[in-house]
């Protein structure tokens, strides 16, 4: 504080505390009130009205994106219960079809191997037939073969050839034993 | 370099205008400031919601902060009927806040450091409870001097205290802000001024001096947070005084 009142011009009363000069007075109301009227108008006028427009747009928005978020949902939850309804048809026809076609097959399986089974039965029915019929010749020309024998083993035994009935006789009783 | 604390709180004419009737009128320091102010509110309100944009920046965010602020003390202190009020508090905090703010510039003005500003405000806000108080509610307005519960034999007294605190109300609302500013400014002008003082000194005037620096920078923060709660508080009260007209009733 080298120099104390260097800055009061006029160190006599009328410069005591600024703050409370009332020779200022009239300017500070003037201007006080001037200003502050201005400012209110432009607040009320321009400023707390747009302001309000502000956050009532905000509002609507959020309300507007809120609803339109809740049709999206409620579009896909459709779209998801036709999907799985589809899904569910779609199952139950494949089934349908697979059984179809399962009861269709052992059908055909059946009526196959029906088939085959007559043909193999009626393949062995002949074949039994043919045996038999093999086996009866087989068994004649097994007398005959017996006789033939006989005679022979006869003819070698005693030198002199049996006749044909006698041998055929002996066979028979033979056989009979 | 005023060292002179006093100093920063004195009227200067820049243009000085006309005398009417020995009242001298001028374009004044205070009266360009006052102007700042309008041009700051204006722009931060005005030209910062330009854009109107549904994310706000900054700026914008700042404005739509500043409405909700008020409008919620508003609703708060005055109820929803003390909304049509809301322009005018707007007005007022913003006015208020922007000149104490503006204030802590160095080498700035402060508007609200002058009575002159501080106690038209003030009246102006009594003036308008007092008269929307008669016009709303008639002479049932009066009833806010008579609290209800009181005891007869007391009543009379009772009364009396009651006009007298709503008269005093003006001086109160005014002084408060007034005041903080006028004491605030000071105290960081004479800190301010010891730090150039043991600056002066030489090398041992600077360790000197870092003492007042410190205290310098926290009043400062100390001095932020006044500017804005003088600013709130001149709001809230008018709120209040704004509930009383409106709702006379204790």
Known sequence: ?177 | MTVDPIHQFAIQDIVPLFTIGGRHFAFTNSALYMFIIVILVSALMIAATLPRAIVPGRLQSAAEMSYEFVANTVRASAGTEGMKFFPFVFTLFMFVLFANLIGLIPYSFTVTSQLIVTATLALVVFFIVVIYGFWRNGLKFLKLFVPKGVPVYILPAIVVIEILSFMSRPISHSVRLFANMLAGHITLQVFAGFIIMLAGFGVLGWFGAALPFILVIMLIALEFLVAFLQAYVFAILTCIYLNDAIHPGH
């Open chain 1, 1 to 177: 504080m080298a120099e104390p009142t260097a800055h009061t011009e006029a160190p006599e009363g009328h410069h005591a505390f600024p703050p409370f000069e009332s020779q200022h007075f009239p300017s500070q109301l003037l201007w006080l009130t001037l200003t502050f009227v201005l400012l209110y108008l432009l607040m009320s006028r321009i400023a707390l009205p747009r302001v309000a427009g502000i956050f009532a747009a905000r509002q609507k928005r959020i309300a507007d994106d809120l609803a339109a978020a809740q049709g999206f949902k409620e579009r896909s939850e459709s779209a998801n219960a036709a999907y799985m309804k589809s899904l569910a048809d779609a199952r139950a026809r494949a089934q349908a079809i697979a059984n179809e076609t399962r009861a269709r097959q052992a059908a055909e399986a059946k009526a196959n191997n029906q088939r085959l089974e007559d043909e193999l039965n009626q393949k062995l029915a002949a074949a039994e037939r043919s045996i038999a019929a093999t086996r009866t010749s087989a068994m004649g020309n097994v007398g005959k073969i017996a006789e033939d024998t006989a005679a022979a083993i006869v003819e070698r035994l005693i030198g002199v050839a049996p006749s044909a009935p006698d041998v055929a006789r002996a066979v028979g009783e033979a056989n009979k034993r």
